[in-house]
């Protein structure tokens, strides 16, 4: 049976009827949020490094901390979308972002050390990571509970554009903010961004949290550990791209490495919009085995192209295979788990894809600095094969 809609925190009403598709604003206000996310990628490692004058080794440990927060507070996430339903959570997680974007603003201040900005920052960094935690698994899990599990799959690849859009969006007009007009202008969009994904999600309908045992977030884990391990091999692939497409068209004299991620962008979009009810209408562990299929097959263009034009083409066949992992391992780990503890599932399904972009950067910096650029799409490539092997060995759970 569906949750009951409530009005408010406290007074359930009737059963709503699911839509058939996630509800607009839940969308409009996970793009408004996770704006915060895009906007102060590309400003802070110009302010730490130009600004404050520290080494590159000190902004890459900024830059990573925030996934850091976001990893260890997954659980707490999971827990109070649980208990209290996605709309608490992603609220919560809004307010708590806008708080990260005002440290963000007070490092910034002039007069300042560099000592005191880079501690503000990195306060900030945490502070973000604490409150994206929250926001992305209350508006996941939110959406979810909008359509009803049927169309879980569906629901997470509207989800994803939105985070998606969200970055490729709020990075450039960040830098331009920055270009502009300046740090503290940049910055206070971090903090409005946050605020005004918060306005939008008030207007919306809350979903009660389904009654039954609330298992510890260890015990979840342990249940969909199977597909968060090929969500995280999957990372991998997009994680070479954001990391090292630029060095790596820079090192074969190629001049458009900024078309990349619109590449990846195009096919990653297309294909949600297409056939984003494919985790719903059939296997989830099918869908995810062709698309690392797919996946492998752009980062092995990549690994050996020969011309820019099959690099880029790589870039976008790679944008089509991770299009609905997440979708299709996200249906198979919710029929996992109880519905009341959906929310801790989402929790932990996401972190995997943090620990993923967390670790695959540094080990494919280590696999650049031994054997080239192109090996980190042929390393790219054996982890998109090696999770095609992994979802060949899972069953679904029976019941």
């Known amino acids: 049976m569906s949750a009951p809609a409530i009005n408010d925190v406290s007074r359930p009403q009737a059963t709503p009827v699911h839509l058939s598709r996630p509800a607009p604003g839940i969308i409009a206000a996970l793009f408004c949020g996770y704006l915060a996310v895009g906007l102060p990628l590309p400003v802070i490692p110009l302010f730490i490094h130009e600004k404050l004058h520290f080494s590159n080794f000190i902004v890459g440990l900024v830059i990573g901390i925030q996934f850091v927060a976001t990893v260890l507070t997954r659980g707490y996430a999971g827990r109070l979308t649980d208990h209290h339903g996605g709309k608490r959570s992603a609220l919560q997680g809004a307010v708590v972002c ?7 603003l007070i490092a910034a ?59 490729a969006i709020g990075a450039p007009v960040g830098m331009m903010l920055y270009q502009a007009y300046g740090l503290r202008t940049a910055m206070i969009a971090c903090i409005i961004a946050p605020l005004m994904g918060a306005v939008i999600a008030l207007r919306g309908t809350s979903y009660a949290s389904s009654a039954g045992q609330r298992l510890p977030f260890y015990r979840v884990i342990g249940q969909i ?48 919009l297409v056939l984003g009810h494919l985790p719903d209408k059939m296997s989830g562990y099918r869908v995810a085995l062709w698309s690392f299929v797919v996946e492998a097959i752009g980062q092995a263009m990549l690994w050996t192209a020969p011309y820019e034009i099959v690099a880029l083409v790589g870039a976008l066949v790679t944008g089509l295979g991770c299009a609905l992992v997440f979708p299709a391992l996200g249906v198979e780990a919710l029929k996992r788990v109880t519905p009341a ?33 192109a090996a980190v799409y042929l390393f790219g490539a054996v982890c998109a094969l090696i999770g095609a092997g992994l979802v060949l060995t899972v069953r679904a759970p029976q019941y």
């Not at 806008?98 to 963000?104: K, V």
């Not at 692939?237 to 954001?242: C, E, I, Q, W």
Request: positive net charge.
């Open 98 to 104: 806008a708080f990260g974007g005002l440290l963000y």
């Open 109 to 167: 201040t002039p007069g300042q050390s560099p000592a005191i900005s880079l501690a503000v920052v990195i306060a900030g960094r945490l502070v973000a990571g604490f409150g994206e935690s929250q926001f992305v698994t209350g508006c996941v899990s939110w959406s979810i509970a909008s359509v009803g599990p049927q169309r879980a799959g569906m629901s997470m690849s509207w989800t994803g554009i939105a985070m998606f859009a969200a970055l």
């Open 225 to 272: 550990w199977r597909e968060g391990l090929g969500l995280m091999l999957q990372g991998v692939g997009l994680s070479g791209l954001t990391a090292f497409a630029s060095l790596y068209f820079a090192a074969k004299t190629w001049s458009h490495a900024g078309l990349v991620m619109t590449a990846f962008g195009i096919g990653f979009i297309l294909v949600r």
């Open 341 to 373: 503890n959906r929310g801790s599932a989402m929790g932990a399904f996401v972190a995997f894809l943090d620990i993923a972009y967390g670790v695959s950067g540094p080990t494919a910096g280590i696999i650049a600095g031994h054997f080239g650029y």
